[in-house]
C-alpha cells in the first residue's frame, strides 16, 4: 500500500511541474531563510551558557543618583564590593571575582614582542567560570603576584608549542608592557569560545595590581571611592538573586557614603549572567553585547517564513483541488476510504517538504559563506544542532516543528481533497465554498500583513540610520587615523616634550595635515566626575560632568567650534597635573553651572578634583559617541602624553605612502612598540553595526517573505480564476474589455493587501516606535512610509495577479464557456 501511495505521489509532482516547482522551491526557500536566522538566533541565545554555573554567577551593576536624577548606569564599581558581598551574606554568597580591563598590551618573551588583551582576576575566576586550564592549577595559578595564564592560541604563537605540551612552558618568564619585575606564566588555559561576552588573550593575577606587583594600585585592594572595577558574583545553589538584591540597599548605606564623597546615592543590582550579552544598556561595558530586542525579532521572522512557506502549500494545494476533483471521486467509487485518500495526500506532503528540505541543504552549503560575511558570525548549521551552542533539546524541538508543519500542511489540504462528494464530482457539479476562499483569502491577509511589516520595519530602520549618518555631530571624523598609543615609552617628567617633539615630527610628513592627542579613543566612553561644583554657587550642590584630555590641536582636527574665549595654548599644559588650572567646557556643562551664554562662563570657575580651575572657552556640544546617548556637560582638560592615543588627520591622496612614513616615524620614536591604527569614522561607525546588521536583514528577508507570499498569491489567483471561467467567458462575449476583466479579477485580491496594510499599520508603529526610543536623537514616524511600504506590497501583488488575470482575459470565451 505505501509503495503505490509513494508511486501515486511521485506521478502527481511529476505531472504538476510547474506547481510542484513552484511548491518545493517556496518551501525551500522558507526554509533556508528559517535556518539562518535560527542560526543567529542560537548563536546569540547561547552566549555563556558553556559556563557550568552559568546559572548562578551574576554581574554587579549599578546606579548612581545626584538630586534624584539618575547620572550613571554602569557596570563599573568599587574594588572592594565583592568581598563585602562575601562577607555580609555568606549564607548566600559561594564566591566573587573581580575584573579589571585594559586595551592590548605589548608581550616580550626573547625580545620577541606580541601585542595581546587581558583581563586582571581573582583567583577564584577559573573556578567560577568554566575556561579549562590545559596546564596549571586553577586552585593557586593565579594567587601570586606577577602571574599570568595564557590562553593555548596566545601560548603557541608566542612559545611555538608543539603536540599540546603547555605543561613545558609552565614557570617561563614574560615582561609586559615596560614592567620593570617579570611576570611568570602558571598556566595555559582552553581558547575562549565565540560565544562568551568576556574575551581576552591572557590572565593576569589580580593581585599583580596592590600587593608586590607592578602597579601599586593601592585602591584596587578595598575600596569604596574609585570605581573602575567589574564584580562577578557566585551564588549557593537554590538561592533566589531576587531576595540577596532586596538587601542591596542597606549594603549600599552601610557601605558606600556616597553623598559625602561625591553627593549621589548608589542603588547595586545583580544581573543574570545570561542577560549580559543581550540586555545591557550599561556604560562602561566589558564584553560583548548584542540587542535582545534585535534577537527575538529575527527569531519571529524565521517564525513567519517558515509559516508563510506552508501557508503557500496550502493555496497551491487547494488551487489543484479542481484538477483532482475527479480523481477523488473515481477512487471513492472505486472504494477508498476516506482515511486511505488522507494518507495518500499526507505522504505527498511529505515527500514535497523532504524534496525541498534536501533543496534547503544546498542553498545552506551555498549561501552559508555569504551569510557569515553578512552577520560577522562565526555560524553553521553543525553549531546550530549542537547543544552546546544553543539551548537544551532545540534539535529536537525543530525537528518536531518541521513534523508538526508537514502533518498541519498537509492535512487540509488532504481534508478538502478527501471530502469531495463522488455523485457531484462525476456530475461536474464541483464547486469550493465560501468557507473554504475565506480561509485562503485569511492565509493571503497574514502573509502580506508580515510582509508590510517587515517592509515598514526596514524603511524607519533606514531613515534612522540615515539620519545619524547625516546629522550634524558637531565633531568630524572623516581623514583621520587613530594611532595606537605607545605602551612601552616612558611615562616621566619629559612626556609632554617628547609628546610634542613626536607630534612635530609627524607634521612633516607630507600627507600629514594635523596632529593631536586625546586621552581617551574617540567613540569610547569619556571619564566622569561626580563632585563638580560653581565657585561662587552653592556649596552643598555637586554637579556631574564628563572630562577628556586633549592637546591643544584637538579643536582643529576634529573641527569642533569654539564659541567664546580661546583654546588652549602651550602654556597651558604642564607635566604636574596638580599645576594646570585651565579648562574648556561644552554648552551643556556652562548650562549646567546655571550660565545662559557662553561668554557669560568666560573667566569663571569652577570646583574640580577638590580645587578650583579657570574657564577658558566655551564650545559647541559635540557627538564623540553615538546617537543613542545624549549629549553630556563636559570639561577638556589640557593634558597629554607619549601614552595618550594619536589622532592623525591626512590627506586622502597617496594614504598607502603616507601610512608608511607615519610608521617610520613612530619607530623611531617608539621602537620597542608595535605599531597600529584605525580609521575614526569607521571605528565611531561600529557603534551602528548590530542597527546596520538588522536593517540589512530585515531588507533581505523582507525582499524573500515577498517572494514566497507571491507564491501563495499566485495559488490563490490561480485557483479563484479557475472558478470563475465561465464568468469571464460570458462577460467578453457581452463585450467586456481585457483591461476591465482584469480590474475585476485583481480588485479582489487587492483589497487583502488592503486589509493586510490595515493591520500591519498599527503593529509597525507600536514596534518601530520602542526601537526609537532607544535613541536618544531619532526621527519621527511619518504616514508616508506606512503609505510606502503599503504601495510596495500592493504593486508587487498587482503585477503576480495580473499575470493570471490578463492570461485569463485574453482566453477564447468559447473554450471558456466549453469547460463548463
Same mark, same amino acid.
Given at each position: 500500500?505505501?509503495?503505490?501511495?509513494?508511486?501515486?505521489?511521485?506521478?502527481?509532482?511529476?505531472?504538476?511541474?510547474?506547481?510542484?516547482?513552484?511548491?518545493?522551491?517556496?518551501?525551500?526557500?522558507?526554509?533556508?531563510?528559517?535556518?539562518?536566522?535560527?542560526?543567529?538566533?542560537?548563536?546569540?541565545?547561547?552566549?555563556?551558557?558553556?559556563?557550568?554555573?552559568?546559572?548562578?554567577?551574576?554581574?554587579?551593576?549599578?546606579?548612581?543618583?545626584?538630586?534624584?536624577?539618575?547620572?550613571?548606569?554602569?557596570?563599573?564599581?568599587?574594588?572592594?564590593?565583592?568581598?563585602?558581598?562575601?562577607?555580609?551574606?555568606?549564607?548566600?554568597?559561594?564566591?566573587?571575582?573581580?575584573?579589571?580591563?585594559?586595551?592590548?598590551?605589548?608581550?616580550?618573551?626573547?625580545?620577541?614582542?606580541?601585542?595581546?588583551?587581558?583581563?586582571?582576576?581573582?583567583?577564584?575566576?577559573?573556578?567560577?567560570?568554566?575556561?579549562?586550564?590545559?596546564?596549571?592549577?586553577?586552585?593557586?595559578?593565579?594567587?601570586?603576584?606577577?602571574?599570568?595564564?595564557?590562553?593555548?592560541?596566545?601560548?603557541?604563537?608566542?612559545?611555538?608549542?608543539?603536540?599540546?605540551?603547555?605543561?613545558?612552558?609552565?614557570?617561563?618568564?614574560?615582561?609586559?608592557?615596560?614592567?620593570?619585575?617579570?611576570?611568570?606564566?602558571?598556566?595555559?588555559?582552553?581558547?575562549?569560545?565565540?560565544?562568551?561576552?568576556?574575551?581576552?588573550?591572557?590572565?593576569?593575577?589580580?593581585?599583580?595590581?596592590?600587593?608586590?606587583?607592578?602597579?601599586?594600585?593601592?585602591?584596587?585592594?578595598?575600596?569604596?571611592?574609585?570605581?573602575?572595577?567589574?564584580?562577578?558574583?557566585?551564588?549557593?545553589?537554590?538561592?533566589?538573586?531576587?531576595?540577596?538584591?532586596?538587601?542591596?540597599?542597606?549594603?549600599?548605606?552601610?557601605?558606600?557614603?556616597?553623598?559625602?564623597?561625591?553627593?549621589?546615592?548608589?542603588?547595586?543590582?545583580?544581573?543574570?549572567?545570561?542577560?549580559?550579552?543581550?540586555?545591557?544598556?550599561?556604560?562602561?561595558?566589558?564584553?560583548?553585547?548584542?540587542?535582545?530586542?534585535?534577537?527575538?525579532?529575527?527569531?519571529?521572522?524565521?517564525?513567519?517564513?517558515?509559516?508563510?512557506?506552508?501557508?503557500?502549500?496550502?493555496?497551491?494545494?487547494?488551487?489543484?483541488?479542481?484538477?483532482?476533483?475527479?480523481?477523488?471521486?473515481?477512487?471513492?467509487?472505486?472504494?477508498?476510504?476516506?482515511?486511505?485518500?488522507?494518507?495518500?495526500?499526507?505522504?505527498?506532503?511529505?515527500?514535497?517538504?523532504?524534496?525541498?528540505?534536501?533543496?534547503?541543504?544546498?542553498?545552506?552549503?551555498?549561501?552559508?559563506?555569504?551569510?557569515?560575511?553578512?552577520?560577522?558570525?562565526?555560524?553553521?548549521?553543525?553549531?546550530?544542532?549542537?547543544?552546546?551552542?544553543?539551548?537544551?533539546?532545540?534539535?529536537?524541538?525543530?525537528?518536531?516543528?518541521?513534523?508538526?508543519?508537514?502533518?498541519?500542511?498537509?492535512?487540509?489540504?488532504?481534508?478538502?481533497?478527501?471530502?469531495?462528494?463522488?455523485?457531484?464530482?462525476?456530475?461536474?457539479?464541483?464547486?469550493?465554498?465560501?468557507?473554504?476562499?475565506?480561509?485562503?483569502?485569511?492565509?493571503?491577509?497574514?502573509?502580506?500583513?508580515?510582509?508590510?511589516?517587515?517592509?515598514?520595519?526596514?524603511?524607519?530602520?533606514?531613515?534612522?540610520?540615515?539620519?545619524?549618518?547625516?546629522?550634524?555631530?558637531?565633531?568630524?571624523?572623516?581623514?583621520?587615523?587613530?594611532?595606537?598609543?605607545?605602551?612601552?615609552?616612558?611615562?616621566?617628567?619629559?612626556?609632554?616634550?617628547?609628546?610634542?617633539?613626536?607630534?612635530?615630527?609627524?607634521?612633516?610628513?607630507?600627507?600629514?595635515?594635523?596632529?593631536?592627542?586625546?586621552?581617551?579613543?574617540?567613540?569610547?566612553?569619556?571619564?566622569?566626575?561626580?563632585?563638580?561644583?560653581?565657585?561662587?554657587?552653592?556649596?552643598?550642590?555637586?554637579?556631574?560632568?564628563?572630562?577628556?584630555?586633549?592637546?591643544?590641536?584637538?579643536?582643529?582636527?576634529?573641527?569642533?567650534?569654539?564659541?567664546?574665549?580661546?583654546?588652549?595654548?602651550?602654556?597651558?599644559?604642564?607635566?604636574?597635573?596638580?599645576?594646570?588650572?585651565?579648562?574648556?567646557?561644552?554648552?551643556?556643562?556652562?548650562?549646567?553651572?546655571?550660565?545662559?551664554?557662553?561668554?557669560?562662563?568666560?573667566?569663571?570657575?569652577?570646583?574640580?578634583?577638590?580645587?578650583?580651575?579657570?574657564?577658558?572657552?566655551?564650545?559647541?556640544?559635540?557627538?564623540?559617541?553615538?546617537?543613542?546617548?545624549?549629549?553630556?556637560?563636559?570639561?577638556?582638560?589640557?593634558?597629554?602624553?607619549?601614552?595618550?592615543?594619536?589622532?592623525?588627520?591626512?590627506?586622502?591622496?597617496?594614504?598607502?605612502?603616507?601610512?608608511?612614513?607615519?610608521?617610520?616615524?613612530?619607530?623611531?620614536?617608539?621602537?620597542?612598540?608595535?605599531?597600529?591604527?584605525?580609521?575614526?569614522?569607521?571605528?565611531?561607525?561600529?557603534?551602528?553595526?548590530?542597527?546596520?546588521?538588522?536593517?540589512?536583514?530585515?531588507?533581505?528577508?523582507?525582499?524573500?517573505? @515577498?517572494?514566497?507570499?507571491?507564491? !501563495? =498569491?499566485? /495559488? &490563490?489567483?490561480?485557483?479563484? #480564476?479557475?472558478?470563475? $471561467?465561465?464568468?469571464?467567458?460570458?462577460?467578453?462575449?457581452?463585450?467586456?474589455?481585457?483591461?476591465?476583466?482584469?480590474?475585476?479579477?485583481?480588485?479582489?485580491?487587492?483589497?487583502?493587501?488592503?486589509?493586510?496594510?490595515?493591520?500591519?499599520?498599527?503593529?509597525?508603529?507600536?514596534?518601530?516606535?520602542?526601537?526609537?526610543?532607544?535613541?536618544?536623537?531619532?526621527?519621527? @514616524?511619518?504616514?508616508?512610509?506606512? !503609505? =510606502?511600504? /503599503? &504601495?510596495?506590497?500592493?504593486? #508587487?501583488?498587482?503585477? $503576480?495577479?495580473?499575470?493570471?488575470?490578463?492570461?485569463?482575459?485574453?482566453?477564447?470565451?468559447?473554450?471558456?464557456?466549453?469547460?463548463?
Amino acid at each position: 500500500m505505501i509503495r503505490n501511495y509513494l508511486k501515486i505521489a511521485w506521478r502527481n509532482l511529476a505531472k504538476n511541474r510547474v506547481f510542484s516547482l513552484i511548491n518545493i522551491f517556496g518551501l525551500a526557500i522558507g526554509m533556508t531563510t528559517c535556518l539562518l536566522i535560527l542560526e543567529v538566533v542560537s548563536f546569540q541565545l547561547s552566549f555563556d551558557t558553556f559556563h557550568t554555573n552559568a546559572n548562578h554567577i551574576y554581574r554587579v551593576v549599578n546606579d548612581r543618583y545626584q538630586q534624584g536624577k539618575l547620572i550613571q548606569h554602569g557596570t563599573i564599581t568599587y574594588s572592594g564590593v565583592g568581598k563585602a558581598m562575601k562577607d555580609d551574606f555568606p549564607d548566600e554568597v559561594l564566591t566573587h571575582s573581580r575584573v579589571v580591563k585594559w586595551g592590548d598590551m605589548v608581550l616580550d618573551v626573547n625580545n620577541t614582542k606580541h601585542k595581546a588583551s587581558k583581563i586582571a582576576v581573582d583567583n577564584s575566576f577559573l573556578s567560577m567560570f568554566s575556561f579549562p586550564l590545559l596546564a596549571g592549577d586553577k586552585k593557586s595559578v593565579l594567587v601570586a603576584p606577577n602571574t599570568i595564564v595564557l590562553t593555548e592560541r596566545l601560548a603557541k604563537r608566542m612559545f611555538g608549542i608543539k603536540n599540546n605540551d603547555y605543561q613545558s612552558i609552565l614557570g617561563k618568564t614574560v615582561k609586559i608592557d615596560n614592567s620593570p619585575n617579570p611576570y611568570k606564566l602558571t598556566g595555559v588555559c582552553s581558547d575562549i569560545p565565540e560565544n562568551s561576552h568576556l574575551d581576552f588573550d591572557f590572565l593576569m593575577s589580580y593581585s599583580s595590581l596592590y600587593s608586590g606587583g607592578n602597579f601599586n594600585y593601592k585602591e584596587a585592594d578595598y575600596n569604596f571611592t574609585d570605581s573602575d572595577f567589574w564584580h562577578y558574583i557566585q551564588l549557593k545553589p537554590n538561592i533566589d538573586y531576587r531576595a540577596v538584591q532586596a538587601k542591596l540597599d542597606a549594603f549600599s548605606k552601610r557601605h558606600f557614603q556616597g553623598n559625602a564623597v561625591s553627593g549621589s546615592d548608589e542603588k547595586f543590582y545583580l544581573q543574570p549572567l545570561s542577560e549580559v550579552h543581550l540586555y545591557s544598556d550599561f556604560e562602561y561595558e566589558i564584553g560583548k553585547v548584542a540587542n535582545g530586542q534585535m534577537v527575538w525579532g529575527l527569531f519571529a521572522i524565521a517564525v513567519f517564513m517558515i509559516v508563510i512557506a506552508w501557508i503557500n502549500y496550502v493555496n497551491l494545494s487547494t488551487a489543484k483541488a479542481v484538477e483532482r476533483a475527479k480523481e477523488v471521486g473515481i477512487r471513492k467509487v472505486a472504494g477508498s476510504q476516506r482515511g486511505q485518500l488522507i494518507r495518500q495526500f499526507l505522504i505527498e506532503s511529505f515527500g514535497l517538504n523532504l524534496i525541498a528540505l534536501i533543496l534547503t541543504l544546498l542553498f545552506l552549503a551555498v549561501s552559508q559563506t555569504g551569510f557569515n560575511r553578512l552577520t560577522n558570525l562565526p555560524l553553521s548549521l553543525a553549531n546550530l544542532f549542537n547543544q552546546s551552542l544553543t539551548i537544551p533539546y532545540f534539535p529536537f524541538y525543530l525537528l518536531l516543528a518541521f513534523g508538526l508543519g508537514v502533518v498541519l500542511s498537509g492535512y487540509y489540504p488532504a481534508f478538502i481533497l478527501s471530502s469531495f462528494q463522488p455523485l457531484a464530482v462525476l456530475k461536474g457539479k464541483f464547486m469550493t465554498t465560501t468557507k473554504g476562499i475565506t480561509v485562503r483569502k485569511s492565509l493571503v491577509v497574514f502573509q502580506f500583513t508580515a510582509t508590510i511589516f517587515l517592509l515598514f520595519a526596514s524603511i524607519v530602520m533606514f531613515r534612522q540610520l540615515k539620519f545619524m549618518s547625516e546629522k550634524d555631530l558637531g565633531i568630524h571624523f572623516s581623514q583621520i587615523l587613530s594611532v595606537t598609543a605607545p605602551s612601552l615609552a616612558s611615562n616621566d617628567s619629559s612626556r609632554v616634550i617628547r609628546a610634542e617633539t613626536f607630534k612635530q615630527s609627524l607634521k612633516q610628513i607630507g600627507g600629514v595635515m594635523e596632529v593631536a592627542y586625546t586621552d581617551r579613543e574617540i567613540g569610547g566612553d569619556m571619564a566622569r566626575t561626580f563632585d563638580v561644583q560653581n565657585v561662587g554657587g552653592d556649596k552643598n550642590t555637586k554637579l556631574t560632568m564628563r572630562h577628556f584630555g586633549v592637546s591643544r590641536e584637538f579643536l582643529s582636527v576634529y573641527q569642533v567650534k569654539l564659541l567664546a574665549g580661546r583654546n588652549f595654548v602651550f602654556t597651558d599644559y604642564n607635566y604636574k597635573f596638580d599645576l594646570l588650572h585651565n579648562v574648556i567646557l561644552n554648552q551643556k556643562a556652562i548650562k549646567q553651572l546655571g550660565y545662559s551664554k557662553p561668554d557669560d562662563a568666560i573667566g569663571k570657575q569652577l570646583k574640580l578634583f577638590g580645587r578650583n580651575w579657570d574657564i577658558v572657552g566655551v564650545v559647541d556640544n559635540f557627538h564623540q559617541k553615538g546617537l543613542r546617548s545624549a549629549v553630556d556637560p563636559l570639561i577638556l582638560i589640557p593634558t597629554y602624553s607619549t601614552s595618550f592615543p594619536i589622532s592623525v588627520k591626512v590627506e586622502t591622496q597617496n594614504l598607502e605612502a603616507t601610512l608608511a612614513a607615519i610608521k617610520s616615524v613612530y619607530k623611531s620614536f617608539f621602537p620597542q612598540d608595535i605599531f597600529g591604527y584605525a580609521f575614526v569614522d569607521e571605528r565611531f561607525n561600529q557603534q551602528y553595526n548590530n542597527d546596520q546588521l538588522l536593517g540589512e536583514a530585515l531588507l533581505l528577508f523582507s525582499g524573500l517573505l @515577498i517572494f514566497v507570499a507571491c507564491l !501563495g =498569491l499566485f /495559488g &490563490l489567483s490561480f485557483f479563484v #480564476i479557475n472558478q470563475r $471561467t465561465k464568468e469571464i467567458g460570458v462577460r467578453k462575449v457581452l463585450g467586456a474589455s481585457v483591461m476591465s476583466i482584469t480590474a475585476l479579477v485583481s480588485k479582489d485580491f487587492l483589497k487583502l493587501v488592503v486589509i493586510a496594510m490595515v493591520i500591519a499599520t498599527p503593529i509597525g508603529w507600536y514596534t518601530m516606535r520602542r526601537w526609537l526610543n532607544d535613541f536618544a536623537y531619532k526621527i519621527d @514616524i511619518e504616514w508616508w512610509m506606512f !503609505g =510606502l511600504a /503599503g &504601495l510596495l506590497a500592493m504593486g #508587487i501583488a498587482l503585477l $503576480t495577479v495580473s499575470f493570471q488575470s490578463i492570461k485569463a482575459a485574453l482566453l477564447n470565451p468559447v473554450k471558456s464557456l466549453r469547460t463548463e
